[in-house]
């Protein structure tokens, strides 16, 4: 069992930055590969970004926010960031780290066994 919490949502300009902070209560380091997704109001929820369990391979959503979102861990804390730059009106949403007992990550948020309660980010224009 492994328990989450997002940290570092807010409200910010177009064109500004947040870092958002995932706190696991247990190791993840070689146990479970991190991802990120977010949920707008009236949408279904969709992948962001994640990491493998090594930390060594990440993958970030393409078009939407490759290029600005960086995922990165400190396995010494057992947290997990994302950085998000150049935030545009329509990242405006729920984030949600997540947790998945394998190596790899993935994009489909069905295969992610332990979720967060969720942050929220606004971006105004």
């Known amino acids: 069992q492994v328990q989450l919490v997002e940290s570092g949502g807010g409200l910010v300009q177009a064109g500004g930055s947040l870092r958002l902070s995932c706190k696991a209560s247990a190791r993840t380091f070689g146990k479970y590969a991190m991802g990120w997704f977010r949920q707008a109001p009236g949408k279904e929820r969709e992948f962001v970004a994640a990491?493998?369990?090594?930390?060594?391979?990440?993958?970030s959503a393409e078009d939407s926010v490759k290029g600005r979102f960086t995922n990165s861990t400190d396995y010494a804390k057992n947290t997990v960031y994302l950085q998000m730059n150049s935030l545009k009106p329509e990242d405006t949403a729920v984030y949600y780290c997540a947790a998945r007992g394998a190596t790899m990550s993935s994009v489909l948020s069905w295969e992610y066994n332990y979720w967060g309660q969720g942050t929220q980010v606004t971006v105004s224009s």
């Open positions: 990491i493998s369990c090594s930390g060594v391979i990440t993958r």
